[in-house]
């Protein structure tokens, strides 16, 4: 049975998104993104929230196509495209390349996921992250911790009144800068 996998850029200062939404801070060079597409390419399958697939579905489908795309782009472009995706979503209706839309977060539907992805799946996405925490449903957490203090935005986590104990699994820093802290659940 695969595991769940949460994964996650943030500031230092536990940001994941700066005030407007922004993101441009993230730090991603050339190893970042190789590591991205040797971990996610791993995967069996992505699950998305809405907005972050559609943030996903507005560049990657051709980010390949693009002449002045690097190696590292167009390869993450052909997983993301490839891979099976589910995006969980109240409004949408449709999703194209390999997505299937899912109302709601249920443990029965996601041990089923589970089941049909052996080699796990990751999730992305501050919201959707918190309503599979409410289950307990994440079995591992890596959370990608770039150099710099935001000062205010967007929190990872949202207030649960969940307590889930963790146990290290990993760390690695990358020459950017970037921290990788991997935690199992207990």
């Known amino acids: 049975m695969g595991k769940i996998i949460m994964s996650m850029s943030v500031s230092v200062d536990g940001f994941m ?18 590591h991205f597409n040797e971990e996610l390419g791993a995967l069996g399958a992505f699950v998305h929230g809405r907005v972050t697939y559609e943030l996903m579905a507005d560049f990657w489908p051709t980010a390949d196509a693009d002449p002045d795309a690097s190696p590292t782009v167009a390869e993450f472009a052909r997983i993301w495209r490839d891979k099976p995706k589910y995006v969980y979503s109240g409004t949408l209706q449709e999703a194209g390349w390999n997505t299937t839309v899912l109302r709601r977060v249920d443990p029965e539907g996601v041990a089923a996921l589970k089941e049909r992805h052996p080699d796990g799946l990751v999730v992305g996405g501050a919201d959707l992250a918190a309503a599979f925490r409410r289950y307990d449903l994440i079995d591992e957490y890596r959370v990608y911790v770039h150099p710099v203090l935001l000062g205010r935005g967007r929190r990872m986590f949202h207030e649960e009144d969940t307590w889930t104990t963790l146990r290290p699994a990993g760390t690695r820093t990358f020459g950017n800068g970037v921290v990788l802290l991997r935690y199992e659940r207990a």
């Open 17 to 34: 998104e700066g005030p407007n939404r922004e993101i441009d801070w993230h730090t991603v060079d050339e190893e970042l993104h190789r």
